[in-house]
């Protein structure tokens, strides 16, 4: 039951985390293929049910206000991680997602700076993805953090886009450098003229406001083939990679440069 699982996460949170794990989904510039950098996504294995979903746990932990202490450690996990990589990858980046409610304390900009410099990162090492099913517009502290975050170089993204309230007058009102074109208008565009006009006003209104464009959710060549002329900036999706343990991202994408 969500009670069960509620008193396990909260047990997992004092045990140090345990049972949580960050998986990584590769981004792949367009172009060339060459890896631009992963997205840092929460997984969570029970002790009583094995795998949960994130769609399933993540309300709890938004709920209680865990996402708070649980966010923070996906945060530096993530940043650990690419500092590491980077030896390999110099230029790699890691986008790592904050919900709303992460947003709500008004610290949160200073422990993003904090964490960026406990590892000795730079900022524009990281991307914030804030999903954009959150009304912004309607919380001007917000502003405030965006503004902080990137006066420390970190990319703010608009993550699962299209499928909430924003404009695109509103994305440079926000000042976003990164969309994320959700991959509900992805997929089965080659049947759907509407979806790849969309894309494709998305894309050149990036182009023209030097806003970096990622397809999310590619899944197929034949999606490939038909939005790669548009050129966004980068893909992410399964027809690339599925997010992986980082030990997989290391044996894929680094491996022969390690062995050198």
Known sequence: SELMLLEELKDSVQNGFEGFEVYYQPQIRSGNYELYGVEALLRYNSKTRGRVFPDEFIPLLEQTGLIDSVGMWVLSTALAQCKEWRKNIPELHVAVNFSSVQFEDHRIGEKIVEALKAVQLPGDALTAELTESVQLNQNHHYYDIIKYIKSYGVRFALD???????????????????????RSFVSEIEKNSYNYRLISNVIEFAKNNAITACCEGMETARELSILEPLQPDYFQGYLFDRPCTAEDIEQKYMHDSSDA
Do not use: R
């Not at 404009?167 to 976003?176: F, I, P």
């Open 160 to 182: 699962d886009f299209g499928t909430g309230y924003s404009s695109l007058g509103y994305l440079k009102q926000l000042n976003v450098n990164e969309i994320k074109i959700d």
